[in-house]
């Protein structure tokens, strides 16, 4: 005899029958019929899609400039490294700093080949249709598409905007990857998938904002989020030899293809407004655009305060402050929040004349304030900063990125063979050496 919770093979037939009499067969199409021994067969929920973010570039500004002007009727091709692999996919565009409408006259997705040529470019469309105007202010996810690449691969977003405009919202990326772009004026050239007739190449990244990626066995998105350093400025050009992609990378070596790696960082972008810089929001006033719409965010790890001690010079109990309130906000959304311990850098804008580290010596000076929010952020009980006490952060976990790369003779210093050369930023060794620190049972 079968159980309520069984039903026998004829009788599926017979219900699939009745179905597909009244059009209604794809109601069948959330569940799957499963052969039980004995002839029956249990009915069970296929594995839910679940969507992660794959990619994404935070927009900074909507500000006229040598590298945001005035244009119209202009193609861009935009270089994407997804960090993990994917067939199912949708590109998100975002307008919400921007001034005025734009609109996108058509936009694909391929996979790149070499420089601006693509192959396998398919279509995007938004409500089934090929153009959109996204308002002042708003923001859009395109269809679903599918696209199959593997990890590693390099895909190009490739959006023809029509009419004209005074400037895009936009991410500058410094140099860190080579985008491209036809002449002003040109038109809609996204089927050019040789890529002849994108004759520019520019840093900077419009309106595309985010990759998302569909699969039943994605885990989770986690998101890195600060300023250059957390971008991967000295890293080399190209080469995704950057913190966050050297993490992508180890966990695929790890065999993890299933958790999502974002860079929210912003060139230059401090935790608090009151070292806000460039025209750019904070990391505290964009949160909730940046990393709260992120689908099944978990993680974020906090790295921009090193910004607001040495290009604002603000005392330790300030930036302690914003890296409170950054827990706060994490937490009260669930979302995971792991700070990062501030690493040496060219503090107040100025340095030892040996280079590699602050013009002051270690315990002095801005590098005593750097001192105090690493020894708060690694403290389990109160402690006083500057005459204020303070709890200890309750964040969830804390990354020391700042021993693997800090001289031990002089901590106020970088080693030397992780100096990009500005005495400020670490290069592509350094990355790496700090990028070990985030072993794959974290995430």
């Not at 091709?77 to 409408?101: E, K, M, Q, W, Y």
């Not at 603000?314 to 700070?339: F, N, S, T």
């Amino acid at each position: 005899m079968e159980s309520r919770h069984t039903v026998s093979w004829k009788g599926l037939l017979l219900l699939s029958s009745v179905l597909r009499g009244f059009g209604l067969l794809g109601m069948l199409s959330t569940v799957s019929l499963l052969t039980a021994c004995g002839g029956g067969g249990a009915i069970s929920s296929v594995p839910a899609q679940r969507t992660i973010s794959a990619w994404a570039a935070p927009m900074a500004n909507a500000v006229v400039s040598g590298t945001d002007p005035a244009s119209s009727e202009q193609t861009f091709r935009f270089i994407l490294r997804p960090t993990v692999s994917g067939d199912t996919l949708s590109v998100h565009f975002s307008n919400a700093l921007g001034t005025a409408p734009v609109t996108i006259g058509a936009a694909t997705i391929g996979i790149v080949t070499s420089g601006a040529a693509e192959s396998s470019a398919v279509a995007l469309t938004f409500g089934g249709k090929s153009t959109l105007t996204i308002a002042a202010g708003q923001s859009i996810s395109s269809d679903t598409v599918r696209l199959k690449y593997p990890y590693g691969a390099l895909l190009a977003v490739t959006e023809y905007l029509s009419g004209s405009w005074a400037a895009l919202p936009q991410h500058g990326n410094s140099g860190l990857w080579t985008n491209y772009e036809t002449a002003a004026g040109a038109g809609n050239e996204t089927s050019d998938t040789a890529g002849t007739s994108f004759t520019q190449t520019t840093t900077e990244t419009f309106l595309v904002d985010r990759l998302d990626v569909k699969r039943s066995d994605y885990k989770e998105t986690v998101a890195f989020i600060g300023s250059s350093t957390t971008a991967g400025f000295g890293a080399d050009a190209n080469e995704y030899d950057d913190l966050v992609d050297d993490v992508a990378n180890s966990l695929h070596a790890a065999g993890i293809d299933s958790i999502g790696l974002v860079n929210l960082a912003i060139i230059p972008d401090p935790l608090t407004p009151q070292a806000d810089l460039e025209y750019n929001p904070s990391v505290l006033e964009r949160f909730g655009r940046d990393v709260t719409t992120l689908p099944n965010i978990a993680i974020v790890v906090q790295n921009a305060a090193d910004v607001d001690l040495k290009s604002a010079c603000l005392p330790a109990q300030q930036v302690i402050a914003g890296e409170q309130q950054a827990i706060a906000d994490a937490h009260a959304v669930g979302i995971k929040i792991y700070l990062a311990v501030v690493a040496p850098s060219t503090y107040c804008n100025g340095q030892f004349p040996n280079g590699y580290g602050s013009m002051f010596p270690a315990g002095t000076g801005q590098d005593l304030q750097r001192e105090l929010v690493n020894t708060w952020i690694e403290s389990t009980g109160t402690s006083t900063v500057n005459g204020v006490v303070e709890a200890a952060p309750t964040a969830d976990r804390i990354i020391d990125i700042s021993t693997p790369i800090t001289d031990p003779a002089n901590t106020g210093y970088m080693l030397p063979q992780y100096d990009f050369g500005d005495d400020s930023h670490v290069n592509a060794a350094g990355q790496a050496a700090q990028a070990a620190q985030f072993p794959a049972s974290i995430f």
